[in-house]
């Protein structure tokens, strides 16, 4: 069954703090993973798609990375408006439709 | 960048009565368009997918009588809940898939329904 773990629920940290969001995924075949930032009342912000194994790409202060089993977000140096709640997502190369099967999310709160 | 709308963001609406969502893509055109409910503190959870002039095709224990999807063009989709119950209440999203070679899902801004 394709499952997405993302770990920690919640995160707190001070700004300027750097750390990483986890997102553990078992697929069968893996056509894209996706990164989403969502605020609270609000749909999901598009940030990143990765499709192989060693890719990254980054955005501002938020690195994404991919390996074959695992998907990390990093954050450097953090701000207050980097708060949300962070999700993470796959598709499988078996779903004709494309759709995505989402984690629960990391709710990030950074205080100043 | 891609952007998809949705009207209402909020409705309240009385048990018993129809509420129709729509969802719209307004720079693209989406070959397919995807319906999100989604709970406090909870994930998004698909409800069913949608294809431009094709019959949706509905997730396992959701009722395709109770909510109606319509794919009528590459922009638009609509969502109707019909005889809306009070468990019906939640935030409703859709999302439009790029007609393109790329996978990306890009999200409306929700809808939030309250039935009384």
């Known amino acids: 069954e394709d499952q997405v773990t993302q770990s920690p629920e919640a995160l707190r940290l001070q700004e300027g703090e750097s750390s990483s969001l986890n997102c553990s995924y078992t697929?069968?075949?893996?056509?894209?993973l996706f990164w989403y930032r969502q605020d609270p009342g609000k749909g999901p912000e598009f940030l990143f798609t990765?499709?192989?194994a060693g890719e990254e790409k980054e955005k501002e202060r938020l690195k994404a990375t991919l390996t074959k089993k695992e998907s990390f977000l990093h954050i450097t140096a953090p701000k207050p408006e980097d708060s949300a709640t962070y999700l993470c997502?796959?598709?499988?190369?078996?779903?004709?439709?494309?759709?995505?099967?989402f984690g629960k999310g990391t709710k990030l709160s950074v205080k100043p | 960048g891609a952007v998809v709308s949705q009207h209402p963001s909020w409705v309240i609406c009385k048990s018993g009565t129809s509420v129709k969502i729509e969802c719209r893509s307004l720079?693209?055109?989406?070959?397919?368009m995807f319906w999100y409910r989604q709970f406090p503190k909870q994930s998004l959870m698909l409800m069913a997918t949608?294809?431009?002039?094709?019959?949706?095709?509905?997730e396992q224990g959701v009722e395709k009588d109770k909510f109606l999807i319509n794919h009528a063009s590459l922009t638009l989709s609509t969502l109707t809940v019909t005889s809306a119950h009070p468990e019906d209440s939640s935030f409703y999203i859709c999302?439009?898939?790029?007609?393109?070679?790329?996978?990306?899902?890009?999200f409306g801004p929700g809808t939030r329904l309250t039935v009384l």
């Open positions: 949608s294809n431009e002039g094709s019959k949706a095709t509905y």
């Open positions: 990765l499709y192989s």
């Open positions: 997502a796959v598709q499988a190369r078996t779903g004709s439709q494309g759709n995505l099967i």
């Open positions: 697929v069968s075949g893996l056509r894209g």
């Open positions: 999302s439009a898939r790029w007609r393109g070679i790329y996978n990306e899902q890009f």
């Open positions: 720079d693209f055109q989406a070959t397919t």
